[in-house]
C-alpha cells in the first residue's frame, strides 16, 4: 500500500507519516516500485507504535531502540556497495547446441539488470529521504536564527526595565538574566550540532530528534519571557 493509504488507515496526518518513513525506513519494510514506495500490511502497526511513542514524548534515538525490539529490521543494500557485474559464459555453455547459450545468457543478463535496478531504486530512495532530513535541518537553522533574533529584542527590553527604580522589576529581570545565561550554552551547543550534521550524515536522524526538542523548550522559555515582560512593563515583544 502506498503512503497515503496508510495515513488514512491510522489517522496520521500524510507530512507526519513521510518523516516518520525517512527516519525509521528499516523497520516499515518499504519496496520501491518505479518512484513510489509500497508498505505491506504490517507496516501499519510500526506507524501506529511510532505515533504512539512519540505521544508518550519519546525521543527518536529512544524509539529506535525500542523499535529494535520489537520489530524486524531489514537492512538495504545500495548500489555503492555491490559490485555486480556479468559473469564469463562457463566452457560448458559454449558447447551447448544451437543457440541455447545465447538464451542461457539472455537470461542471465536480464536476471543481472533486474537486481541492479532494485538496487538502483533503493539507492534513489536513500537520496530521497536524505534530502527530506536536509531540508528539515535548514528548518531547524531558520527556527534557530528566529529565536536568536528574539532574545536580542528581549535582551533590549531587559535594559530598559533595568533603569526603572523597582524592586519588583529589578527581582524580575535578575531572574531572566540567569535564566537566558542559562541558554545561551544551549544554543552554542545546538549550532555546534547543526554543523556538525551537514556533515555526518550517519548521525542524522538521531541528532535532529534532540534539537527539535531542545527548540521546543526554547519555544516555551521564550513565550513565558515574554509574558513576563508584558505583565510587567507593558512593553511591546
Known amino acids: 500500500m502506498a503512503l497515503s493509504d496508510i495515513a488514512r488507515r491510522t489517522g496520521i496526518p500524510a507530512p507526519t507519516a513521510r518523516r516518520y518513513a525517512a527516519l525509521f525506513k528499516d523497520y516499515f519494510q518499504g519496496r520501491r516500485l518505479g518512484r513510489m514506495t509500497r508498505y505491506p500490511e504490517e507496516a501499519v502497526a510500526v506507524f501506529l507504535r511510532v505515533s504512539e511513542l512519540y505521544g508518550q514524548g519519546r525521543i527518536t534515538t529512544e524509539i529506535e531502540e525500542i523499535l529494535q525490539r520489537e520489530f524486524p529490521r531489514t537492512i538495504e543494500v545500495g548500489p555503492a556497495s555491490e559490485q555486480m557485474a556479468l559473469p564469463a559464459v562457463p566452457p560448458e555453455l559454449a558447447m551447448l547446441p544451437g543457440n541455447l547459450t545465447e538464451i542461457l545468457t539472455d537470461a542471465l543478463s536480464d536476471a543481472l539488470s533486474e537486481a541492479l535496478n532494485s538496487s538502483l531504486n533503493r539507492f534513489?530512495?536513500?537520496?530521497?529521504?536524505?534530502?527530506?532530513?536536509?531540508s528539515s535541518l535548514e528548518g531547524q537553522k531558520s527556527d534557530i536564527e528566529k529565536l536568536k533574533n528574539g532574545f536580542v529584542l528581549l535582551a533590549r527590553n531587559l535594559k530598559r526595565l533595568a533603569r526603572r527604580d523597582q524592586a519588583d522589576t529589578v527581582a524580575q529581570i535578575a531572574r531572566m538574566q540567569e535564566r537566558m545565561r542559562n541558554m545561551e550554552p544551549k544554543l552554542a551547543v545546538m549550532e555546534e550540532i547543526t554543523l556538525t550534521l551537514t556533515s555526518d550524515n550517519a548521525d542524522l536522524k538521531a541528532r535532529l530528534s534532540?534539537?527539535?526538542?531542545?527548540?521546543?523548550?526554547?519555544?516555551?522559555?521564550?513565550?513565558?519571557?515574554?509574558?513576563?515582560?508584558?505583565?510587567?512593563?507593558?512593553?511591546?515583544?
Open 124 to 134: 534513489g530512495e536513500t537520496l530521497d529521504a536524505l534530502a527530506d532530513q536536509k
Open 210 to 237: 534532540a534539537q527539535e526538542v531542545e527548540l521546543q523548550r526554547l519555544r516555551d522559555d521564550r513565550q513565558r519571557l515574554e509574558a513576563i515582560l508584558k505583565r510587567v512593563s507593558g512593553l511591546p515583544t
